[in-house]
Nanobody, 127 residues
Framework: EVQLVESGGGLVQPGGSLRLSCAAS????????MSWVRQAPGKGLEWVSY????????SYADSVKGRFTISRDNAKNTLYLRMNSLKHEDTAVYYC????????????????????WGQGTQVTVSS
């Protein structure tokens, strides 16, 4: 059974930091490009970041560039998102997703565009 299980979300003050994790199982994690996609309350899905399966090349949405860092540990089948300098507008449910597409310009927001999609973890930025 394929699973993507996100963790690490929670309540944090503006300016604070969090690290999200996504544990993958049931597929060859190292062969898939991995992404983070988020959904703020009352809004649509927003692509956040991507990391290539092999090269480790990354890409970011302009809204998080310079503040968020995506990484992966293929030995542990785990994807990460380090989030610094958090803002109120970063409040959202964060989903990890896996795709066979190996392209840093691949930035879909629809779950159907990915091979695998997690259940999400809530991040709330509030004072």
């Amino acid at each position: 059974e394929v699973q993507l299980v996100e963790s690490g979300g929670g309540l944090v003050q503006p300016g604070g930091s969090l690290r999200l994790s996504c544990a993958a199982s049931g597929f060859t994690f190292s062969s898939y490009g991995m992404s983070w996609v988020r959904q703020a309350p009352g809004k649509g899905l927003e692509w956040v970041s991507y990391i290539h399966s092999g090269s480790g090349s990354t890409s970011y949405a302009d809204s998080v560039k310079g503040r968020f860092t995506i990484s992966r540990d293929n030995a542990k089948n785990t994807l990460y998102l380090r989030m610094n300098s958090l803002k109120h507008e970063d409040t959202a449910v964060y989903y990890c997703a896996g795709s066979a597409m190996s392209d840093t310009n691949y930035r879909p927001i629809s779950p159907g565009a990915y091979n695998y999609w997690g259940q999400g973890t809530q991040v709330t930025v509030s004072s």
